[in-house]
């Protein structure tokens, strides 16, 4: 059996306080009603875990995160880059938050060999089309593909295809208005943007499937990667888990790759795929902002999926890490169990539950 290895996880989000601390960071002004200088996001996290280097090498956010990829050796990286990539001055207009990388900085995502960046999300246009432009231009450069931005709808709907020693993996990516991406980011046909889905209903996931079909070949496993969803709360609503299932019924998806949340959610196996509603935030600079402290925001995941030939689940194993000083480290064995129980129990009502591995690291079981 020909078994395939990912790695996925929640939110990469390396603009403001991670950029600022990397060798090549933007101007650090925002426009934000709280802080203006991005700057003050790593004075903050210092004030809660310690003092950051800086400048510090393009690695250091991934910190432990980087042996444990090793030792999986995952045949395609594939996460949700939440940042423009550019050193253009003019934000979106009157959104609020936005988030954007030096391109010099690039290197960061080459440092973790990561093969795709997803980009439908709601802060890879902060920086207007023009930073879209520039963030696709340097990815590419960096070999880095790209799936759910493009410089119109055609290239936005475009499976990224990765070519692995165990069978090409097609990566769909696709996001959601309760997500908080403005709808004049979708892409038309005269006009870049992103893969924004305009409803969650059953023929919206066909035509992911028709999208799909043009480029599928026998054997490919087909990863759909969805930014949907609140940003706090455990509940995943019915029609979220309704369109994850049509995904497999309908558009032949052998994973649902769920991301938003700033915490992780319940999982599912629906058909014996793998259902990741919420992976929550792997890499950001929210270390010193208060509140939403039951969540453990700052624990985060690293998600092995294996898959078989036909796509079906065969094991999931993941690892916990934690993210201090702006740099991911091995969760330890309290926040371990933390996450257990916690998943465990928003696994109870979709048939799923984790259980922890001598190794230290997370499996899921289903029924």
């Known amino acids: 059996m020909n078994i395939l290895t990912l ?26 009603p709280w802080i203006s200088d991005a700057r003050d996001y790593v004075t903050l996290a210092e004030q809660v875990n310690g003092p950051i280097p800086r400048p510090v090498d393009l690695a250091y956010p991934w910190g432990d995160a980087l042996d444990e990829l090793t030792a999986a050796a995952p045949h395609a990286r594939i996460v949700n880059l939440e940042t423009s990539v550019t050193v253009s001055a003019r934000p979106w207009p009157d959104k609020g938050i936005h988030y954007h990388m030096h391109p010099g900085n690039v290197g960061l995502l080459c ?7 997803v980009l439908a999300n709601n802060h890879v246009l902060d920086w207007g089309r023009e930073g879209l432009a520039d963030t696709l231009a340097v990815l590419h450069g960096a070999g880095i593909q790209t799936a759910g931005a493009g410089e119109d709808a055609g290239a936005a709907q475009r499976p990224a295809i990765l070519d692995t020693p165990a069978g090409r993996v097609l990566v769909y990516s696709c996001g959601h208005a309760s997500s908080g991406i403005p709808e004049d980011w979708a892409a038309t046909a005269q006009r870049s943007g992103v893969n924004l889905l305009a409803d969650l209903s059953a023929a919206t996931a066909r035509r992911i499937g028709e999208h799909c079909r043009a480029v599928r070949r026998p054997g490919d496993r087909l990863v759909v990667s969805i930014h949907w969803g609140e940003n706090w709360g455990y509940p995943i609503p019915a029609a979220q888990r309704a369109f994850a299932h049509a995904l497999v019924d309908l558009a032949g998806a052998d994973l649902v790759h769920g991301h938003s949340s700033h ?51 065969e094991a999931l194993r993941m690892r916990p890490m934690r993210l201090r000083r702006m740099r991911l480290e091995r969760a330890d064995a309290e926040a371990v169990q933390w996450l257990q129980r916690t998943l465990t129990r928003e696994g109870e009502g979709l048939g799923t539950r984790v259980v922890t591995l001598p190794d230290g690291g997370l499996g899921l079981r289903w029924s």
Do not use: K, W
Not at 7 to 32: K, N, S
Not at 111 to 117: G, P, Q, R, S, V
């Open 111 to 117: 440092a973790a060999a990561i093969d795709c960046c």
């Open 263 to 313: 915490h992780v959610l319940g999982m599912e196996v629906y058909h014996g795929r793998l259902m990741l509603y919420g992976c929550g935030d792997l890499i950001n600079d929210y270390e010193g902002i208060g509140g939403h402290a039951g969540y453990r925001g700052e624990l985060s995941l690293l998600y092995f999926p294996r898959l078989r030939d036909d796509g079906a689940l």
């Open 7 to 32: 790695f996925l996880c929640g939110d990469v989000m390396t603009g403001r306080g991670i950029d600022q601390i990397l060798p090549h960071a933007v101007e650090p002004r925002l426009y934000e």
